[in-house]
């Protein structure tokens, strides 16, 4: 039984959503309202740069094996990786830093050298997170967030009391140089909380870093959405920008199809990848199944202000991932979920692709972006983004040691207004809900919506949460949804 489906937005779960549904013979059309697809991992280009605006960091390699997979096919396929080594660079001072490598062999090695004894933990600790990897994102994400049993399993039952402890407690145990605990605390950032409010069972991101390692599409993220593109199109689904959604129309507590640009378009079935809470202000108010005061009471994942910068020189002593760590981590970490602020001093990010990427900038020229978390909802203008910038370049600088203001070509920002306007991102927010104790599998915003039938959901403010593995996941729990009730009406009609 063929359906017309529509699906709202172009980001990575709406993509991965999208080939699933084409893949089951639906009618499959993406309305999308910027002008190119993507969503938040779309492209930028200026005087022959080229930089990823959102996404940056390739990791979990297995999980994006697995979704081409289930169309037989491969991610080489349709775009090249290359394994980044180092990984990235973390910097703690000038002259000081640590270079995590691609092998948790010499990464145990590196620990070693700066903590007697911490290899050995190290090794103890990642095996424990491989455990947990293997649980959750072999099994456990690939639930949708229906029912609490969905977490009984006889592995997860011997995992429970990780629940109910923390990643940075558990590090804080085995580990005690704080420069080793704040690279070992990292990778759940990913995740949007801190690692303090992370249940230490979401350590199986150390895994996805040490073990799995960090990897970098060879001509950008922006090469994965255009692979997956590429599949939905095979499949035959139709991608359309510039088009504004402006209402959901419900008839009958049922999604008939929706209103774009002024014009009305019939579905079966309405698929929203853009932000949650957006989308059911598409809604009249008595179709929407979670309040503004459910929202505000969230903890969401920061908001980020992000510059993007042409040099027109190669940059020195710097790596394509690199993290600065120079100034209190708790502090940052306070200004954005205790007592929401900008930071006097900004932790930051700095992303070079052309350090691997030779297109990414032209001959003898660096592109570079540059990426500081913030409180979501934050004040945004002008002033502020001019302020941190030369507050961050200025450390970029002292600590690399090299003079490099007077070198920039152009920059551009991105920040807290941009993700609104751009993204109708809920406060602003760069990766969505954070996965707290309170925030994980049924108990985040439902795939399908409990009051609007044939109306669905999917991306990272629902089931199984932020990033971009977790977005291919949750298009794939989505499509199995609507199968399902698909199969369903069908069986009912034959009845």
Same mark, same amino acid.
């Given at each position: 039984?063929?359906?017309?489906?529509?699906?709202?937005?172009?980001?990575? /779960?709406?993509?991965?959503?999208?080939? $699933?549904?084409?893949?089951?013979?639906?009618?499959?059309?993406?309305?999308?309202?910027?002008?190119?697809?993507?969503?938040?991992?779309?492209?930028?280009?200026?005087?022959? !740069?080229?930089?990823?605006?959102?996404?940056?960091?390739?990791?979990?390699?297995?999980?994006? %094996?697995?979704? !081409?997979?289930?169309?037989?096919?491969?991610?080489?396929? $349709?775009?090249?990786?290359?394994?980044? =080594?180092?990984?990235?660079?973390?910097? !703690?001072?000038?002259?000081?830093?640590? +270079?995590?490598?691609?092998?948790?062999? %010499?990464?145990?090695?590196?620990?070693?050298?700066?903590?007697?004894?911490?290899?050995?933990?190290?090794?103890?600790?990642? @095996?424990?997170?491989?455990?947990?990897?293997?649980?959750?994102?072999?099994?456990?994400?690939?639930?949708?967030?229906?029912?609490?049993?969905?977490?009984?399993?006889?592995? /997860?039952?011997?995992?429970?009391?990780?629940?109910?402890?923390?990643?940075?407690?558990?590090?804080? @145990? =085995?580990?005690? =140089?704080?420069?080793?605990?704040?690279?070992? %605390?990292?990778?759940?950032?990913?995740?949007?909380?801190?690692?303090?409010?992370?249940?230490?069972? $979401?350590?199986?991101?150390?895994?996805?870093?040490?073990?799995?390692?960090?990897?970098?599409?060879?001509?950008?993220?922006?090469?994965?959405?255009?692979?997956?593109?590429?599949?939905?199109?095979? *499949?035959?689904?139709?991608?359309?920008?510039?088009?504004?959604?402006?209402?959901?129309?419900?008839?009958?507590?049922?999604?008939?199809?929706?209103?774009?640009?002024?014009?009305?378009?019939?579905?079966?079935?309405?698929?929203?990848?853009?932000?949650?809470?957006?989308?059911?202000? *598409?809604? &009249?108010?008595?179709?929407?199944?979670?309040?503004?005061?459910?929202?505000?009471?969230?903890?969401?994942?920061?908001?980020?202000? *992000?510059?993007?910068?042409?040099?027109?020189?190669?940059?020195?002593?710097?790596?394509?991932?690199?993290?600065?760590?120079?100034? &209190? !981590?708790?502090?940052?970490?306070?200004?954005?979920?205790?007592?929401?602020?900008?930071?006097?001093?900004?932790?930051?990010?700095?992303?070079?692709? /052309?350090?691997?990427?030779?297109?990414?900038?032209?001959?003898?020229?660096?592109?570079?972006?540059?990426?500081?978390?913030?409180?979501?909802?934050?004040?945004?203008?002008?002033?502020?983004?001019?302020?941190?910038?030369?507050?961050?370049?200025?450390?970029? %600088?002292?600590?690399?040691?090299?003079?490099?203001? +007077?070198?920039?070509?152009?920059?551009?920002?991105?920040?807290?207004? &941009?993700?609104?306007?751009?993204?109708?991102?809920?406060?602003?927010?760069?990766?969505?809900?954070?996965?707290?104790?309170?925030?994980?599998?049924?108990?985040?915003?439902?795939?399908?919506?409990?009051?609007?039938?044939?109306? $669905?959901?999917?991306?990272?403010?629902?089931?199984?949460?932020?990033?971009?593995?977790?977005?291919?996941?949750?298009?794939?729990?989505?499509?199995?949804?609507?199968?399902?009730?698909?199969?369903?009406? @069908?069986?009912?009609?034959?009845?």
């Amino acid at each position: 039984m063929t359906k017309t489906i529509i699906i709202i937005g172009s980001g990575f /779960s709406a993509l991965a959503a999208s080939c $699933y549904l084409a893949q089951q013979g639906n009618d499959v059309t993406i309305y999308e309202k910027n002008e190119t697809i993507g969503g938040r991992a779309r492209q930028f280009k200026k005087d022959g !740069f080229t930089f990823d605006m959102g996404p940056s960091w390739y990791w979990m390699p297995d999980v994006f %094996e697995r979704f !081409f997979s289930d169309f037989n096919k491969k991610a080489a396929d $349709y775009y090249e990786l290359i394994k980044l =080594n180092p990984a990235y660079r973390v910097y !703690f001072g000038i002259d000081d830093f640590i +270079n995590i490598c691609d092998n948790l062999e %010499e990464i145990t090695t590196t620990f070693e050298s700066i903590e007697t004894g911490s290899g050995k933990q190290l090794r103890a600790f990642i @095996k424990q997170a491989k455990s947990n990897y293997d649980i959750a994102i072999k099994d456990l994400v690939y639930r949708p967030g229906v029912s609490p049993l969905e977490l009984v399993t006889p592995q /997860s039952i011997l995992k429970l009391n990780q629940f109910f402890s923390t990643v940075s407690r558990d590090i804080r @145990k =085995n580990f005690k =140089n704080e420069r080793l605990i704040q690279i070992l %605390e990292f990778p759940v950032l990913f995740l949007g909380a801190k690692p303090s409010k992370t249940p230490s069972f $979401y350590n199986f991101m150390n895994y996805a870093d040490f073990g799995l390692g960090t990897w970098h599409p060879k001509t950008g993220m922006f090469d994965v959405v255009r692979g997956i593109e590429k599949l939905a199109t095979e *499949l035959g689904v139709t991608i359309k920008t510039n088009a504004s959604i402006e209402k959901i129309v419900v008839e009958n507590k049922t999604a008939t199809g929706v209103i774009i640009n002024g014009q009305f378009v019939a579905a079966d079935i309405v698929l929203s990848g853009a932000d949650y809470q957006h989308t059911e202000t *598409l809604l &009249d108010i008595k179709y929407r199944a979670y309040s503004e005061k459910y929202w505000e009471s969230r903890v969401f994942a920061p908001s980020s202000l *992000l510059f993007f910068v042409g040099f027109n020189k190669k940059i020195a002593n710097i790596t394509h991932h690199a993290l600065f760590f120079d100034v &209190d !981590f708790n502090q940052h970490a306070k200004d954005i979920y205790d007592d929401p602020k900008w930071p006097d001093e900004p932790l930051f990010y700095a992303n070079f692709p /052309s350090k691997t990427d030779p297109t990414a900038a032209p001959d003898g020229m660096e592109s570079a972006f540059f990426l500081i978390p913030l409180a979501p909802g934050i004040e945004d203008n002008e002033t502020l983004r001019e302020d941190y910038f030369e507050k961050i370049i200025t450390r970029f %600088e002292e600590l690399t040691q090299q003079k490099i203001k +007077n070198n920039i070509i152009f920059k551009k920002s991105f920040c807290k207004n &941009d993700f609104v306007a751009d993204y109708n991102a809920y406060k602003g927010n760069a990766y969505g809900m954070a996965n707290t104790l309170l925030q994980t599998a049924f108990l985040r915003p439902k795939l399908k919506s409990p009051k609007v039938r044939n109306l $669905y959901f999917t991306g990272q403010l629902t089931v199984p949460g932020p990033g971009v593995p977790p977005a291919l996941i949750s298009g794939k729990l989505t499509a199995e949804l609507i199968h399902k009730s698909i199969r369903s009406q @069908k069986n009912e009609i034959t009845i």
